[in-house]
């Protein structure tokens, strides 16, 4: 069920389309991010951790992670402790500051996260349902969006 209400802004009705189209708006679709983190028995702040880690990076620092998260320290320790216990992350000094602790991947979550990203980046029916032509011209349109947000 798609939002019915338009307004006179053109931009802001593409907006809620998108907003509806991901289960973010008033669709009433369950959204894609936490359906996709609890079918792999994660929190959708465990889900974005894994997200940001780059496979065979030296890791991240916690706190640069907490940060992008808006969460706290407290809250991102039991995150990664959380995650470790499930060997799908481990904690290095970094080579920089031995105060500093970074957050790397292990190989299982390597493995985690790249099956997560397949399950996040698979298209919705919505998208499915257009042309070939109609999906080029919207990844077009929305790459330039995208670009102008930089």
Do not use: H
Not at 11 to 19: E, G, K, N, R, Y
Not at 89 to 118: C, I, M, N, W
């Amino acid at each position: 069920m798609a939002s019915t209400k338009t307004s006179t802004d053109p931009a802001v009705d593409a907006w809620t389309a998108i907003l509806d189209l991901v289960g973010w708006g008033s669709s009433g679709r369950t959204p894609r991010f936490p359906t996709v983190a609890m079918e792999l028995d994660l929190s959708p702040k465990q889900l974005a951790v894994l997200w940001r880690l780059e496979p065979g990076g030296e890791g991240l620092p916690m706190g640069t992670i907490a940060a992008s998260l808006y969460c706290d320290a407290s809250y991102m320790t039991d995150m990664v402790d959380r995650l470790e216990q499930r060997e799908l992350t481990e904690r290095r000094p970094s080579p920089g500051d031995r105060r500093v602790k970074l957050v790397a991947l292990t190989e299982q979550g390597e493995q985690l996260r790249e099956r997560a990203l397949r399950m996040l980046y698979m298209p919705p029916p919505g998208i499915e349902a257009l042309s070939r032509e109609e999906q080029s011209t919207l990844a077009t349109l929305l790459a330039k969006a995208a670009a102008a947000e930089d």
